[in-house]
């Protein structure tokens, strides 16, 4: 072929073994696809409610697109569906499509883990439960959750439960100092004993404290964490129409007992449109791998005016470096309770600055 020119007739094309359709990676737009919100999942299944607050509320349960299968969709996320919308039983409709998040509450396993796990989305509020006694109040678990709030830009609130088994002051002492609402409920069966305090359906709660909660909950998309046998099934029954299961603390461990296998989103009985209250399966850890240091004083902010002397990029970490943290709280700044949250904000400072956050949001 050399002695004459090219042409189109040299050109051999190979048959397309799947078929002469093109391929391409533009999506359909959906544009038909209707609002929802996730309230709660199971087994690769989203329960979801549609047309929200309106004469057509109705319940949907959705499968999620192939194109999504890699993303991580939980309770609080709006969502665009396509399909059968309709609510009828046995059908499916199809998740295509997760709206903008406006908070992201996250998680890691332990400290040492990198990867992320979306606990729930557009909340505003954490309300973070702990008891007084039987499990044991834990403060790093406290001071965890307030960090993972401050991080994902959510209000947080603490509820303590049980306090006519132990003497709260103590324990919230070491936030005297903090801009941190409390709640405190007494429980207790009808004959007021121990034993039937926070677990069972003989458990009643304080009705003054459960009114207090229920309006700092109303109007809101709230979440409650805690560890197992605290009471967050007890409190979201008082405070909704749904039914949770609940149970009782172990009397060797003196830990609780799962009861929710999957976080779920109730309505807020009795409230304005649009209350939520989320409640989530009882956790051992609160891993904090994915949040960065520069976000960690926030959550104490008790601490915070002592760090105003400090010279420009202070890491906090020691006072011979030039922290002035230590000699604020030696002083008596942020109260008695200064030495224990100096203590408690260098461990998880530690924690922060070995474990740097993932640059991109993984899969739950």
Not at 288 to 303: K, P, Q
Request: net charge neutral.
């Amino acid at each position: 072929m050399s002695g004459r020119e090219w042409d189109e007739s040299d050109v051999r094309v190979r048959p397309n073994r799947r078929g002469t359709r093109p391929r391409t990676k533009d999506r359909p737009e959906h544009r038909d696809a209707v609002v929802g919100r996730v309230i709660t999942v199971d087994r690769g299944r989203y329960t979801t409610v549609v047309a929200e607050d309106t004469p057509d509320e109705r319940v949907v349960i959705a499968a999620r697109a192939r194109e999504l299968r890699r993303t991580a969709i939980v309770p609080g996320d709006a969502v665009d569906l396509v399909g059968d919308v309709s609510g009828t039983a046995d059908t499916l409709a199809r998740l295509v499509r997760i709206r903008d998040r406006r908070t992201v509450l996250r998680r890691s396993a332990d400290d040492t883990d990198p990867v992320e796990r979306v606990v729930v989305a557009n909340a505003d509020q954490l309300v973070i439960v702990t008891a007084a006694a039987r499990p044991e109040p834990r403060t790093g678990f406290v001071d965890r959750a307030l960090v993972a709030a401050y991080d994902a830009g959510i209000t947080p609130l603490l509820c303590l439960t049980k306090a006519d088994l132990a003497d709260p002051a103590p324990f919230l002492a070491r936030y005297a100092h903090v801009d941190l609402p409390v709640v405190i409920s007494r429980t207790g069966g009808a004959s007021g004993r121990p034993e039937a305090t926070g677990a069972g359906p003989d458990a009643a709660l304080d009705a003054t404290a459960v009114g207090r909660l229920h309006a700092l909950l109303d109007g809101r998309i709230s979440v409650l964490i805690g560890h197992s046998g605290v009471g967050k099934s007890t409190l979201v029954n008082a405070l909704s129409a749904a039914d949770r299961a609940t149970g009782s603390v172990n009397d060797v461990t003196g830990r609780g007992r799962h009861t929710s296998s999957s976080a779920l989103a109730i309505r807020l009985a009795d409230a304005t449109p649009g209350s939520w209250i989320i409640d989530t399966p009882g956790i051992r850890s609160f891993g904090l791998a994915h949040v960065s240091a520069d976000n960690l004083l926030r959550a104490f902010d008790d601490l915070a005016p002592g760090a105003e002397d400090c010279p420009r990029g202070c890491e906090h970490r020691r006072p011979e470096d030039g922290c002035e943290l230590d000699a604020w709280v030696a002083a008596g700044g942020a109260g008695a309770a200064g030495p224990a949250r100096l203590a408690s904000f260098r461990r998880l400072l530690g924690v922060a600055e070995t474990e740097p956050a993932p640059e991109k949001e993984l899969g739950s």
